[in-house]
């Protein structure tokens, strides 16, 4: 059970062996469960784990929220009543770099919202360049009969989205 944001270090394998759970509790502080949004650009490697939100409790949470990386890989995440995203790809710290070589692979969202690529033009960098989308099984979101989104590009002024392969 979790009950604050989880902040990932960089620079280590973080892998869930049997697919473990992460619960939200009611008491939930924060916008996301997992989040790797750090100044600079390290890499990460997250694979294997359930994130289960607060539903429509917690309109702004993410499964995992995503900040400037370079080779960094997120696989094998199931995020279920997230209505923000299950992976948010965001850079929001003042001193981060942008967002390279992402590759999210096996992603899988449940009564929530999906994939959502926002740049953001209130930092120095915070563009997102170069990527791999595969093997995702992405929904639009059930909860409470609130429309989600599959995937979606944001890319704010002066900021730029490209580089990103879907399969």
């Not at 059970?1 to 062996?17: A, N």
């Not at 696989?75 to 999210?104: F, H, Q, R």
Request: include cysteine.
């Amino acid at each position: 059970f979790v009950s604050k944001v989880l902040k990932i270090p960089p620079k280590i394998r973080f892998v869930g062996l049997a697919r473990p759970y992460f619960l939200t509790t009611s008491n939930f502080v924060g916008e996301s469960v997992f989040n790797t949004d750090n100044a600079g650009q390290d890499e990460y490697y997250i694979d294997g784990f359930n994130i289960n939100g607060g539903g429509v409790n917690t309109p702004n949470l993410s499964s995992l929220h995503v900040g400037g990386c370079r080779n960094s890989t997120f696989k094998n995440i199931v995020g279920t009543s997230c209505p923000n995203a299950t992976v948010l790809v965001y850079p929001t710290n003042p001193d981060s770099g942008d967002i390279e070589n992402i590759e999210l692979d096996h992603i899988w969202t449940v009564r929530g919202a999906g994939i959502k690529f926002q740049t953001n033009s209130n930092i120095a960098r915070g563009n997102i360049t170069d990527g791999t989308i595969t093997n995702c099984q992405l929904t639009s979101g059930d909860i409470d009969a609130k429309d989600g989104f599959p995937l979606l590009l944001a890319a704010s002024a002066g900021k730029m989205i490209f580089g990103l392969k879907f399969d």
